[in-house]
């Protein structure tokens, strides 16, 4: 994720005038003006490895999407949260912390988070294509 690394195959992920290609699931309902500000868990990809990503990740059955992100930045974690407890430290609840919010030091990080923003849904196809096309 600091790296902008593929989620699959762990090189860089593709990019061009646009910004970094994101495949992510489609949650277009989840709010007016989807998908600026995004918070996602998932690492960008490249272009030769979009086909095993969304046949083999369980998250992109139903439906994925592909971004062009301008700009992206590494801002929270998403873990387990804990609490001060008699005996020690408590689970509470799963979930994403910003780095600067007072409780990130009693969690329990699992994954980076990253804020997508300067966001255009693009068309696999289309990008699948011109790749294709500067090759020959």
């Avoid at 090189?11 to 277009?28: M, N, T």
């Avoid at 979009?50 to 139903?62: D, F, K, M, S, T």
């Avoid at 780095?99 to 696999?124: G, H, I, T």
Wanted: aromatic residues 6%; negative net charge.
């Amino acid at each position: 994720m600091t790296k902008l690394l593929c989620q699959v195959c762990g090189g860089p992920a593709d990019e061009d005038h646009r910004g970094v290609l994101w495949l992510i699931e489609d949650s277009r309902e989840d709010y007016e003006g989807w998908p600026e500000d995004l918070l996602t868990t998932h690492p960008p990809i490249c272009l030769p490895c979009v086909g095993n990503a969304r046949a083999e990740c369980p998250h992109l059955w139903a439906g994925s999407v592909a971004l062009r992100v301008g700009r992206s930045e590494v801002c929270a974690v998403y873990g387990r949260r804990y609490a001060p407890g008699r005996l020690g430290p408590v689970p509470t609840e799963v979930g994403v912390v910003a780095f600067e919010a007072p409780v990130a030091a009693w969690v329990m990080a699992s994954q980076l988070v990253r804020s997508l923003s300067d966001c255009s849904v693009v068309s696999l196809d289309d990008e699948l294509d011109t790749v294709a096309a500067s090759r020959h």
